[in-house]
């Protein structure tokens, strides 16, 4: 009986694929350090990787993950910095964050070069996961 359910496991494999996302590891972009700010033009995206803008949170993702020249990994993200607190609501409703990435808010946007091992070396006490549990907690 074992085995029948090993086979019938084997089949559906071959037909519909395994339960995950599949990534070529030569083109995943790491992200370490993502940047988030409200503009005229809706919403920004700075990292290391590149550059994204629309009208909303997803619509900058959107176009960032276009505009890569690979397959942008936000999994990896290990700090987040909020240019404007509104779009916290947006970046957790989104689920792409690493809940252990460190949470930090400025006024405008960084220059990228050094900024990681700057936040790196001034941890936060914020995490997306602490975010995510004080928006589930009102």
Same mark, same amino acid.
């Given at each position: ?8 496991? =084997? ?11 599949e ?6 972009l ?10 005229? /033009? ?7 990787v590149?550059k994204?803008?629309? =009208?909303?949170?997803?619509?900058a993702?959107?176009? +960032?993950?276009?505009?890569?020249? /690979? ?18 609501? *947006?970046? +957790? ?8 990435a460190?949470?930090?808010?400025? *006024? ?5 070069? /050094? ?5 790196s ?14 928006s589930? /907690?009102?």
């Amino acid at each position: 009986m074992k085995w029948l359910y090993l086979i019938a496991a =084997a089949v559906l494999t071959l037909i519909f694929g395994l339960p995950f996302r599949e990534y070529e590891t030569a083109r995943l972009l790491p992200l370490l350090t993502v940047q988030a700010a409200r503009t005229d /033009g809706g919403v920004t995206i700075v990292s290391e990787v590149g550059k994204g803008e629309g =009208a909303t949170w997803e619509d900058a993702v959107e176009n +960032l993950r276009k505009s890569a020249s /690979g397959e942008v990994f936000f999994d990896t993200a290990e700090q987040i910095i909020f240019c404007d607190r509104s779009l916290v609501s *947006d970046a +957790l409703e989104s689920d792409i964050l690493r809940p252990a990435a460190q949470v930090y808010f400025a *006024d405008a946007l960084q220059d990228s070069e /050094g900024l990681h091992e700057y936040l790196s070396a001034h941890e936060s006490q914020i995490t997306v996961a602490d975010l995510r549990a004080e928006s589930k /907690g009102q």
